[in-house]
């Protein structure tokens, strides 16, 4: 009987030891697949031409949606960003808007066009709002997903557009207007110079072609 006891024990222990080297496992595939996930980041890969955007605004019915998508494109906005704005915020006067991080209690400086600041003024007038609500009630981004879906429809946009497609949309427009690489970079908040060439997916053949136009009458 007491071997057969220290024998169960020994069994209890080797259990616990299996179970633990299982977990271990599993929190590490779940880590690699997560440090995985944070590498590779996948960028928008839609964007609009300048005609296809004004068709998709010009459908919106809504004031609201409308000024939505239009700061969304105008200012280079992410959705997360655009949904915490309170009226507080933006700086019409000197034509920029404080992007709150929550965490940090650290805000960036994000500048408002000029043809955007008078939408802004007689969208705030209409909807009566003080200085500290949000600019917008709705605050989720799976609703404002399928607002991008719904209206790009009604346009009979062919392309399989999401939130992000107006900020990169922007970026390729001011890039293709003349603005340099890394005041586009800067526009849109990137960290680095190289962020941006992969948001916008510039790549080194792309560099090359260009400078081949450039240097084309060129010779040594």
Known sequence: MKNKRINNNQKSKWETMRTDV??????QNINSKNKQYRVKKHYCKEWLTKEELKVFIETIEYSEHKLFFKMLYGMA????????????????????????DTKTDYFQVCLIPDWLINDIKE?????????????FKFN????????????????ELDKDISTHTFRRSRALHLLNDGVP?????????H??????MSYIRITVVDLKQELDKIDDWYEL
Not at 80 to 98: A, F, P, T
């Open 22 to 27: 299982i977990n271990t496992q599993r929190n």
């Open 77 to 100: 906005l992410r959705v997360s960003e655009l949904l915490k704005i309170k009226v507080q915020d933006l700086q019409l006067k000197e034509g920029v808007c404080k992007l709150w």
């Open 123 to 135: 969208y705030i007038a209409l909807k009566s709002l003080d200085s500290s609500q949000e600019l």
């Open 140 to 155: 989720n981004r799976k609703y404002v997903w399928e607002l991008a879906k719904k209206y790009s429809k009604m346009a």
């Open 181 to 189: 690489l890394e005041k586009v970079s800067k526009y849109l908040r």
């Open 191 to 196: 960290k680095s110079i190289g962020t941006t």
